[in-house]
Antibody
Framework: QITLKESGPTLVKPTQTLTLTCTLS??????????VGWIRQPPGKALEWLAL???????RFRPSLKSRLTITKDSSKNQVVLTMTNMDPMDTATYYC???????????????WGQGTRVTVSS | QSVLTQPPSASGTPGQRVTIFCSGS????????VTWFQQLPGTAPKLVMY???ERPSGVPDRFSGSKSGTSAFLDISGLQSDDEAEYYC???????????FGTGTKVTVL
């Protein structure tokens, strides 16, 4: 059974840096084809993809947020860490991590999701 | 700002069929497979369709997916009360080099 669990602060102040950790179970970050993505959802709004890291350490970022995002993985701990700098109240959202897997044609899709962690940005 | 456009709402009575569409462009839906997620209130999204028309294990065959050009469709037949949820489409965008999600469609069972 594959599970993902997000952890991190529930409240951050404007201009601070947010650090979120995604811990994976039943899935190895060293396995070819495996990726982990971060997606957020502001209250009452749509899903928004943020970043993605693959088993081979290849990384992708949402262009509009690329300068603020860092994504890293620790295969020994089976964890993926997302950092977002210069947090703003507009970044208030539920942040999800998700397992990106490959279909038969090697296209990726998010198959398993964590429960999400709510982050509020307020002074 | 979502790149994929969906109607805000769709509805039907129990047993009816509902179709949700997702409109994109040549850089995403037009050239890459589409995924669909179901999100019940207060919960994480759940995968209900991938590779345009593949159902994950456990998703009833009342759900089906298709794609034509730069649009994708999710059909729910035999509508049931527990199908009431928000549905999102998603695809890879070759121009943005990342995933894009739809604006979401709230399905209501009348």
């Amino acid at each position: 059974q594959i599970t993902l669990k997000e952890s991190g602060p529930t409240l951050v102040k404007p201009t601070q840096t947010l650090t979120l950790t995604c811990t994976l179970s039943g899935l190895s970050l060293s396995t070819g084809g495996v990726g982990v993505g971060w997606i957020r959802q502001p209250p009452g709004k749509a899903l928004e993809w943020l970043a993605l890291i693959y088993w081979n350490d290849d990384k992708r970022f949402r262009p509009s947020l690329k300068s603020r995002l860092t994504i890293t993985k620790d295969s020994s701990k089976n964890q993926v860490v997302l950092t977002m700098t210069n947090m703003d109240p507009m970044d208030t959202a539920t942040y999800y991590c998700a397992h990106d897997t490959r279909d038969v044609n090697w296209y990726g899709y998010f198959k398993h999701w964590g429960q999400g962690t709510r982050v509020t940005v307020s002074s | 700002q979502s790149v994929l456009t969906q109607p805000p709402s769709a509805s039907g009575t129990p047993g009816q069929r509902v179709t949700i569409f997702c409109s994109g462009s040549s850089s995403n839906i037009g050239s890459k497979p589409v995924t669909w997620f179901q999100q019940l209130p207060g919960t994480a999204p759940k995968l209900v369709m991938y590779s345009n028309n593949e159902r994950p294990s456990g998703v009833p065959d009342r759900f089906s997916g298709s794609k034509s050009g730069t649009s994708a469709f999710l059909d729910i037949s035999g509508l049931q009360s527990d199908d009431e949820a928000e549905y999102y489409c998603a695809s890879w965008d070759g121009s943005l080099n990342g995933y894009v999600f739809g604006t979401g469609t709230k399905v209501t069972v009348l």
